[in-house]
Nanobody
């Protein structure tokens, strides 16, 4: 069991940067694949980024590749999403996720644990 709490969202102008943080409870944080999803109004929830367990391999949606960076600090039980060159189309609620399996981390139906979400709004 793991509980996730996101922070760092806000309202910014296009081109700005934000860093989201996700603090996780539990002693087995390092054993989870950590990720971020987002959901814009009237759209389906979509995969944004993920980072594997100790090896630190990362995966990104094409729409954010080169602009977003996911990282984790296992000593602090925290995963981060650094978002640069933000665009209005990045506006969404961003959710932190954790999953014990590498099989379905891109699929919102299969992901095991979710945070409550944090709003990111990018104005043009």
């Amino acid at each position: 069991q793991v509980q996730l709490e996101e922070s760092g969202g806000g309202l910014v102008q296009a081109g700005a940067s934000l860093r989201l943080s996700c603090a996780a409870s539990g002693r087995t944080f390092s054993s989870y694949v950590m990720g971020w999803f987002r959901q814009a109004p009237r759209k389906e929830r979509e995969f944004v980024a993920a980072i594997s367990r100790s090896s630190g391999n990362t995966d990104y949606a094409d729409s954010v590749k080169g602009r977003f960076t996911i990282s984790r600090d296992d000593a602090k039980n925290t995963v981060y999403l650094q978002m640069n060159s933000l665009k209005p189309e990045d506006t969404a609620v961003y959710y932190c996720t954790a999953d014990a399996s590498v099989a379905g981390y891109r699929n919102p139906i299969l992901v095991g644990y979710w945070g409550q979400g944090t709003q990111v709004t990018v104005s043009s």
